[in-house]
């Protein structure tokens, strides 16, 4: 992996831009895109800038089961609201959460990932070491999958809802097997609560127990983290 140290997450997306240009420079044509507020800068970063993406395609890690892609909550919506809306690819998916037919959907899902293999797809990581919706846990073998949030991640992401009971307990995922095909991850982390999760990651031994440790396995991962997510890094990792 390799690893960049940076200030803070507005630093962390101007380094996530450099990373997205240089792959749209040499030729991606697929990008795996990620929700939360993590990419929230890179997204900044790259609306302001002139790459274009009209040619391009997208397509999304998760979706909450349940909700409609106009909900302020859902993931289609935040992409809409924090890309897409400013530069728009000429198809982007992202998995139907209004679907209730969870075998259909999680297949139809992996035909899109099988039909765009994906060129860069940044990630962002849960406490808990979560990539996507794969909670502790998860089998990596599987591709997408409809999967039961764990109470740390409701917890976690109760800050975007009124209040805990409105968050979704159900969401479809890009699987570890999914995103393991993707040919270069970014992962990005900001935050000191995100420390342990970033260390067992880097350093710790490879397990369902933390899905982000899996990407130990793949060749070519960019880690971009700021200092505080760091902090709990060991002298030979810095
Ligand atoms: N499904 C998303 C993940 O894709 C995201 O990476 C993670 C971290 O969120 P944040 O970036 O807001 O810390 O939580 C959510 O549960």
Do not use: C, W
Not at 37 to 64: A, G, R, W
Not at 92 to 100: A, M, R
Not at 186 to 206: H, Q, R, S, T
């Amino acid at each position: 992996m390799n690893v960049i140290i940076v200030k803070d997450r507005t630093e962390g997306g101007q380094k996530g831009f450099q990373v997205f240009k240089e792959a749209y420079q040499n030729g991606a044509k697929v990008f795996g895109l990620a929700t939360g507020s993590t990419p929230v800068t890179t997204y900044e970063e790259l609306t302001k800038s002139n790459l274009d993406f009209s040619q391009m395609t997208s397509v999304n890690l998760d979706e909450y089961v349940g909700l409609a892609p106009d909900h302020p909550q859902s993931y289609h919506y935040f992409m809409q609201k924090h890309l897409f809306d400013q530069k728009p690819f000429a198809h982007s998916y992202v998995p139907d959460g209004l679907n209730s037919d969870a075998a259909a959907e999680t297949a139809r899902y992996d035909q899109v990932i099988a039909d765009n293999p994906i060129d860069l797809q940044i990630l962002g990581l849960g406490q808990n070491g979560h990539i996507g919706f794969n909670e502790p846990g998860t089998d990596p073998a599987l591709g997408t999958h409809k999967v039961q949030l764990t109470e740390s991640t409701i917890k976690a992401n109760a800050r975007f809802f009124d209040n805990e009971n409105e968050v979704p307990r159900y969401a479809y995922s890009m699987g570890i097997k999914s995103i393991m095909t993707s040919k270069h991850v970014l992962l990005e982390a900001f935050g000191e609560e995100k420390a342990d999760a970033v260390k067992a990651m880097i350093e710790g031994p490879v397990t369902t127990d933390l899905p982000a440790s899996f990407l130990q396995n793949h060749g070519h991962v960019t880690v971009i983290i700021d200092e505080a997510a760091a902090s709990k890094l060991s002298q030979a990792t810095l």
